[in-house]
Every structure is written in structure tokens, then in C-alpha cells.
């Protein structure tokens, strides 16, 4: 290096005044060149800096911001000078570590004019160089969201206490008299009061679905785990079945390997009946749903197979959405929100479970259900 060094400063001291200017003014064009771009490239960061929609810090190593973008300010009320060298703990408390997550941390904020505001931060990014790493923390308002959640959970609440109630009372009320309890019925008399029976299941049903997207939506949805057996099981949910697959003329069986397991019983005995219900609507009058269990493994099993349509290759992946009837064109529209599928789905999932359906198509499904057989709750 200091030979090159020498060499260069030899070759200066050959050149005449007229190439030192020459080599100057060059050397200059350059500087300001680069000088140019720099500040264009400036520009180019801070357009994108304020063209996202979210907020922005640029961290140092120890967590003070080095740098916010617009949306942040606006956020927070707050302008540059208050938040240039500010430790980001101050902003967030409840942030432990500035190491990145797949997970985004939810927290409050307090805005310059004393709001508290619901935010989720997410460090997307982390780099080095000479002057150390650099954090880059996102912040998203979902004030509206959690706004928005909690009138989802008050309309639930609602729905459950204004709805449910009613609907029980109406059931008990009809059953009484099917059973004769207010006097005989005629034969049209008695096959009304089965139809407004069904009709009344069907709603508390639907409510019950409802109410559980809600919970599951709102983290607030857990599972009751205790010793139960798939024969419990089947026979309950084979029991609440059995009217709607009376009067839909569709025969229900059942080949029950009765294995102890543990479980939340009334979320295992739900997705039965949705999965029964499901083989029974799209079953012809004549059909036929078979209730299988067994051990795989670890797993209790239980399938339900009806000889329905079948559905398609393209659909068998779809059915579990929200909203998506279970079934092709080729099936028919049936009644429903396609609600029961998606819920079975969630409630297999938090067993640790899974659910899948086999078909060729052409004639019938095999909706299949495993659960682990886990292990009995802790008692605390």
C-alpha cells in the first residue's frame, strides 16, 4: 500500500499544472456524480419509506430509533425530534426482545394526545454493517379490528341469550306434545310438530356454529379434555341425528369399536353430528350412512360414509372452507352456510387431530376423522 502510495504521489509530482487541473475538474465531475445519486437513491428510499402502509421505525443495535417514517408519526401524534434517539421500550413497554418472530406481538400505545391505541409489531428484518445491526420494526394499527372484534363478541352474546334461550324452550315445548302430553295428535298434527322440530334443530345448530367461529376467531375457544370413549360418542351424535335421517328416509348404521380416549366429548360429539347430518342431506331417500370407529396407531378413527353423489377431485379440499357447501354442481345446492365442515375442521385441529374425505367422485364420501388418544389432564 505505501509503495502505491509513493508511486502515485511520483506520478502527481510528474504531471504539469495544466493536467492537475485537468485531473481535478475530472475528479470533481465525479464527486458530484456520486453526490447525485446519493441524493437520488435518499429520495427513492424515503418514497417507499412513506409509501407503506405501515409504520416504521429503523433501530440501532441497543433498540433507539434512528429513523421513522410517516405513517408512524402520524400514528404515534409525534414528530421526528421526539422520537430520534428514544428508546423503542418507551414507545413498548411489552417488548421483550428485538430479535425477529414469526408471530406478531400485539400491545397498546399511547399517542402524544393520550389515546391508547391496540398495535401489532413485527421486526421483518435485521441487518449489519459498520455501525452495528439494525432492526426494522413494523407497526400496524388494528385499533378498527379489535373495535370490530369486540362488536362481533357482543352480537354473539346477544345472539346466545337472545336466541338460544327462546329456541330450548321451543324445543322442550314441542317435544311435549309429541309425546302426548297435552292431549293426542292427529297424523298431520304429529308430522307438523316433527317438522318444526327439525326446524328448531337446525337453528340451534346453525346458532351453535356461529358461536363457535366467533370463539375460535376470538382465541377464546378451548378444549375441556376428559376421559371418554368413540362408542359414547357415536351413540350421542347418532341419537341427535336420527330424527333428521328419519324423516330424510335415510338409514343410519353404525360398526362401533368402542376405544377409551381423551377428548372434549361435546366438541367430538359436534363434529359427528355435523359430519352425519352432511352424509344424510346429500344421501337420497333409501341411502344409507355408515358410522365406522377403530384405532390407527396412537389415533381413534371414526368414519362416516354415505352414498351420496361423491365429490370431485377439485372440490375435496374446498368443502373445509367457511361458506363452501360440501359438495359440486354435480350434488345440488342444499341448505346450509357451509358452516359445519369448517367448524369440524377447527375442532379436529385442536385435538391435534385431522380430518379428510375420500370419494371417487361418483358415488358416496368417507369423511374420515382421527384423534390422538392423548393423555388424561393435568390436576392442578
Known amino acids: 500500500m505505501t509503495e502505491e502510495k509513493d508511486r502515485a504521489a511520483g506520478d502527481l509530482d510528474k504531471m504539469s499544472k495544466a493536467e492537475l487541473i485537468a485531473l481535478v475538474e ?14 437520488f437513491t435518499w429520495k427513492q428510499v424515503n418514497s417507499i419509506l412513506s409509501s407503506i402502509p405501515l409504520g416504521l421505525l429503523i433501530l440501532d443495535e441497543s433498540g433507539k430509533i434512528e429513523a421513522t417514517n410517516l405513517q408512524l408519526r402520524q400514528l404515534l401524534e409525534r414528530e421526528s425530534a421526539e422520537l430520534f434517539g428514544k428508546s423503542v421500550r418507551e414507545l ?32 421483518n428484518e435485521v441487518f449489519k454493517n459498520e455501525a452495528g445491526r439494525k432492526h426494522f420494526l413494523h407497526v400496524k394499527d388494528i385499533s378498527e ?6 362488536y362481533k363478541m357482543s352480537l354473539a352474546s346477544m345472539v346466545s341469550h337472545d336466541l338460544r334461550t327462546p329456541l330450548t324452550t321451543m324445543r322442550s315445548v314441542l317435544t311435549s306434545i309429541q309425546e302426548g302430553l297435552y292431549g293426542p295428535l292427529a297424523e298431520d298434527g304429529n308430522q307438523a310438530v316433527t317438522w318444526a322440530l327439525l ?30 370413549t ?11 341425528c336420527s330424527l333428521y335421517a328419519e324423516e330424510a328416509e335415510v338409514e343410519l348404521t353404525a360398526d362401533v369399536e368402542s376405544n ?18 352432511n352424509g344424510v342431506k346429500y ?25 351420496g353423489p361423491g365429490i370431485e377431485e377439485e372440490m375435496k379440499n374446498l368443502i373445509f372452507n367457511r361458506f363452501q357447501q360440501a359438495g359440486s354442481i354435480k350434488r ?49
Do not use: W
Open 260 to 277: 377409551v380416549f381423551y377428548g372434549d366429548e361435546e366438541k367430538l360429539i359436534r363434529i359427528l353430528v355435523n359430519l352425519i347430518t
Open 332 to 380: 345440488g345446492s342444499k341448505a346450509g352456510f357451509g358452516l359445519g365442515l369448517a367448524i369440524s375442521k377447527e375442532f379436529a385441529e385442536m385435538h391435534g387431530g385431522r380430518i379428510s374425505v375420500e370419494s371417487d367422485g361418483m358415488s358416496g364420501s368417507t369423511f374420515i376423522l382421527k384423534i390422538p388418544l392423548g393423555e388424561a389432564p393435568a390436576i392442578i
Open 92 to 123: 413498548f413497554p411489552d417488548l421483550e426482545s428485538l430479535e425477529g418472530s414469526q408471530e406478531p406481538h400485539r400491545c397498546k400505545v399511547i399517542t402524544s394526545s393520550g389515546k391508547n391505541i391496540a398495535v401489532e409489531l413485527s421486526i
Open 26 to 39: 475530472r475528479l470533481d465531475t465525479k464527486l458530484r456524480k456520486y453526490r447525485s445519486m446519493q441524493e
Open 199 to 228: 326446524s328448531s334443530d337446525h337453528m340451534t345448530t346453525l346458532l351453535a356454529n356461529i358461536l363457535d367461529l366467533e370463539k375460535i376467531d376470538s382465541v377464546d375457544l378451548v378444549l375441556d379434555r376428559s376421559e371418554t
Open 145 to 150: 379490528a379489535e373495535k370490530l372484534l369486540e
Open 283 to 307: 344421501s337420497s331417500a333409501g341411502g344409507k350412512v355408515r358410522i365406522k370407529t377403530g384405532l390407527s396407531g396412537v389415533d381413534v378413527v371414526f368414519e362416516v360414509k354415505d352414498t
Open 230 to 240: 368413540s362408542g359414547r360418542i357415536v351413540n350421542e351424535a347418532i341419537s341427535l
